[in-house]
């Protein structure tokens, strides 16, 4: 139906960047709200940060400052810029979409595979 594909994760040292990527496709009405999320090692998955489709954010306390989530509208595509990176940001970061894939209102999520974000100290 609907694919998430994120992509840009890495190994990046302290206080170094990274963007991550996320491109969805499939049979896709429209695209409500847009998320990372990430998991670290042993811990439970957290919302990193999210976008509506008028284009409101909100952020974790933890990456507010630092990190900033944009969407591209025309491609179905979201993106995480992540500055300032400390280890404790070390986890896999996961796209996920709130989506309607037909003409009624009802929305599907779906997630996409993760992509591996390691920092360095």
């Known amino acids: 139906q609907v694919q998430l594909v994120e992509s840009g994760g890495g190994l990046v040292q302290a206080g170094g960047s990274l963007r991550l990527s996320c491109a969805a496709s499939g049979i896709i009405f429209s695209i409500n709200a847009m998320a990372w999320l990430r998991q670290a090692p042993g811990k439970q998955r957290e919302l990193v940060a999210g976008i509506t489709s008028g284009g409101s954010t909100n952020y974790a306390d933890s990456v507010k400052g630092r990190f900033t989530i944009s969407r591209d509208y025309a491609k179905n595509m979201v993106y995480l810029q992540m500055n300032s990176l400390k280890p404790e940001d070390t986890g896999v970061y996961y796209c996920?979409?709130?989506?309607?894939?037909?003409?009624?209102?009802?929305?599907?999520?779906?997630w996409g595979q993760g992509t591996l974000v390691t920092v360095s100290s």
């Open positions: 996920n979409a709130d989506v309607r894939t037909d003409w009624s209102q009802r929305s599907l999520d779906f």
